[in-house]
């Protein structure tokens, strides 16, 4: 399952229309609710039992203790969206294609109807489309750049709430190959990228939460508190994350 990559020592959570060679104009795109098209950002996988397993037979855990996720939220502080089209005269990458928004904006990860602006593509045959989403720590003020909020019930029964706190940046990269868009399609393009919380908690055990450091009774995973744990969750938000890309009737082209 492709997932984003995440790319300098900023963390993870990863658009110009030409029609002559080697163009590369620039277009802005707003910031739009309740729509069908356009850049998302969605966390997937509220509740989960721990460990993860991620192998094939999931049958064969036993279900010790378990997540769930009640809120999760990202300040989106930039969406870059970058295309290659082929030129259907030479059949080379002659024309780019970008798409830039600018927030920030708090963004709700379990609200699925919050696009970050709308995309209207030329059709045709794109060798490469490419999405960045960034978080900036300096467009975040009081908040914190990535948080989640949710309960976590150990082997025992016993419930605690947990927090993990991101505070630095953060950048989501995907990318794909091989992408057509035809008349048909209205050149309307969409895109989700899903963030899948139990894969955030791979390779965390649970005793790991159960021997834990509380704050007012409560786990907060940050980089000043349980840093052990913080570092777990940050070096598998930094992986890539599924991107699906669609279009306008609904279509959806995962990686």
């Not at 502080?77 to 089209?85: G, I, R, T, W």
């Not at 990535?146 to 991101?166: A, C």
């Not at 990318?175 to 919380?197: C, G, K, P």
Request: charged content about 20%.
């Amino acid at each position: 399952m492709k997932r984003l990559n995440i790319k300098l020592p900023i963390v993870l959570i990863a658009l110009a229309l030409g029609f002559s060679s080697c163009q590369k104009d620039n277009a802005s795109i707003s910031a739009t609710d309740n729509t069908t098209a356009g850049i998302k950002l969605q966390a997937l996988h509220k509740s989960f039992p721990l460990p993860v397993n991620n192998s094939r037979d999931k049958s064969t855990s036993a279900v010790t203790a378990s997540l769930l996720w009640d809120t999760a939220r990202m300040i989106v502080s930039s969406v870059k969206f970058e295309a290659e089209l082929k030129s259907v005269l030479t059949h080379h990458d002659s024309i780019e294609i970008e798409y830039k928004w600018n927030g920030p904006l708090e963004v709700d990860l379990f609200d699925s109807t919050i696009a970050l602006g709308n995309l209207l593509l030329q059709p045709g045959f794109y060798d490469e489309i490419e999405i960045k989403v960034v978080g900036s720590k300096e467009d975040a003020g009081n908040s914190s750049v990535f948080y989640l909020h949710g309960f976590y019930t150990g082997i025992d029964s016993t419930t605690l709430p947990v927090m993990v706190i991101v505070n630095e940046s953060v950048m989501f990269k995907t990318e794909r190959d091989s992408v057509e868009i035809t008349a048909s399609d209205i050149s309307i393009f969409s895109s989700t990228i899903e963030l899948y919380l139990d894969q955030l908690m791979a390779d965390v055990q649970p005793s790991a939460l159960d021997d834990a450091t509380l704050t007012d009774g409560m786990i907060v995973i940050s980089e000043d508190s349980n840093t052990e744990l913080y570092a777990l969750i940050m070096q598998n938000l930094r992986k890539d994350h599924h991107c699906e890309h669609g279009h306008g009737h609904g279509n959806g082209h995962g990686h």
